[in-house]
C-alpha cells in the first residue's frame, strides 16, 4: 500500500483568535494532523502598492500529500486573508512512530 508523503504548510493569520479557529477547523476536518500555532512575529511586505507591516501569527500545518489540494481549498472558506501564505514543504526525513501516527489518525 502506498503512503501519502508528510508535508509542512506554512501560513500566518492576522491574529491569535484567527489562528486558533483556522487550525481547529483543520484539524477537526482532518486536513491537518497538528497544527502548530506560534507567538506574534513582525512581518514586512508589499501590498496594494507599499510596503506594509503587521504582526501576524505563524502556523506549521502537519499534513499530507493527498490532502493539500483540499487544504488550500479550505483556507478558501476558512482563512481570514484575500491571499492567505500557503507554503508547502516536503518531509524528506522524519521520526516513523510520528509520520504513522499522522497517516492513521488522517486516514480514519
Not at 27 to 51: D, N, T, Y
Not at 55 to 77: H, M, N, S, Y
Request: one cysteine or more.
Amino acid at each position: 500500500m502506498e503512503t501519502a508523503r508528510a508535508y509542512l504548510v506554512h501560513t500566518t493569520c492576522a491574529d491569535e483568535d484567527s489562528a486558533r479557529k483556522l487550525a481547529d477547523a483543520l484539524v477537526e476536518q482532518r486536513l491537518a494532523a497538528c497544527v502548530s500555532v506560534g507567538a506574534p512575529v513582525e512581518s514586512r511586505f508589499p501590498w496594494k502598492g507599499r510596503i506594509d507591516q503587521e504582526t501576524e501569527v505563524p502556523l506549521t500545518i502537519k499534513t499530507l500529500e493527498d490532502r493539500l489540494e483540499a487544504l488550500e481549498k479550505a483556507f478558501g472558506q476558512l482563512h481570514p486573508y484575500e491571499v492567505p501564505e500557503i507554503l508547502a514543504v516536503p518531509v524528506d526525513q522524519g521520526n516513523k512512530p510520528y509520520l504513522d501516527w499522522m497517516r492513521e489518525w488522517m486516514n480514519q
